[in-house]
């Protein structure tokens, strides 16, 4: 069975600082790896997403991913964050694309952004 | 593009009341869609899978009678929560993928129920 474990259940940090949340996961097959992120009293918005390929994923607003499969990890990182970043930071798990995989969330991690 | 609504947003109900929420894909058609829940602080757990046409799977541990879904059209799936009771209370969220499969859940904004 697959789980995702997110290391730190809250990350406080100033503003213009780097963050870096933490996610691991186990599966006994290949897998594909997501990080959501959800503002306050509202639905779940696509991050970034690793599926294949380049190990290294970007998303448009400066968060940046590594799937390592040594290390069965996939840790978020911002080198400057900002108080707009301010949310809940979820990664989730899936091994099915074709048939629309379920997915597995890790217990989330608030991360807040202090000015 | 790929926007998915809920409503209502919010709802406050009796106890013993039945609660509808709908969920709906706007700009898109999904053959599958999913329920969540979600407890504050917590993280979202997968209630039951639902496929345009076909009876909805249920997670272990959620009852289906209870947690009655519809998914009657490509762009409507309904959760209809019966005999509401006061731990029913959670934010529930829904997901769709579209007809051409693929890796991307697209989430809905979520529907908050407080049960009196």
């Known amino acids: 069975a697959q789980s995702v474990t997110q290391l730190d259940s809250q990350v406080p940090v100033f503003e213009e600082a780097p963050v870096e949340l933490r996610c691991n996961y186990s599966s006994s097959v290949s897998v594909y790896l997501f990080w959501y992120v959800q503002y306050p009293n509202q639905g779940l918005q696509l991050l970034l997403k690793?599926?294949?390929?380049?190990?290294l994923v970007e998303s448009i607003n400066g968060f940046e991913a590594e799937f390592n499969k040594s290390q069965t990890s996939f840790h978020l990182r911002k080198p400057s964050v900002h108080i707009s970043d301010t949310a809940e930071y979820f990664c989730?798990?899936?091994?099915?694309?074709?048939?629309?995989?379920?997915?597995?969330f890790g217990q989330g991690t608030e991360l807040s952004v202090k000015p | 593009g790929a926007v998915v609504s809920q409503h209502p947003s919010w709802v406050i109900c009796k106890s013993g009341t039945s609660v509808k929420i709908e969920c709906r894909s706007l700009?898109?058609?999904?053959?599958?869609m999913f329920w969540y829940r979600q407890f504050p602080k917590q993280s979202l757990m997968l209630m039951a899978t639902?496929?345009?046409?076909?009876?909805?799977?249920?997670e272990q541990g959620v009852e289906k009678d209870k947690f009655l879904i519809n998914h009657a059209s490509l762009t409507l799936s309904t959760l209809t929560v019966t005999s509401a009771h006061p731990e029913d209370s959670s934010f529930y969220i829904c997901s769709a993928i579209g007809l051409a499969g693929g890796e991307t859940q697209y989430f809905g904004p979520g529907t908050r129920l407080l049960v009196l």
């Open positions: 700009d898109f058609q999904a053959t599958t």
């Open positions: 989730a798990v899936s091994d099915s694309l074709n048939q629309g995989g379920k997915l597995i």
């Open positions: 639902s496929n345009e046409g076909s009876k909805a799977t249920y």
């Open positions: 690793y599926l294949s390929g380049s190990t």
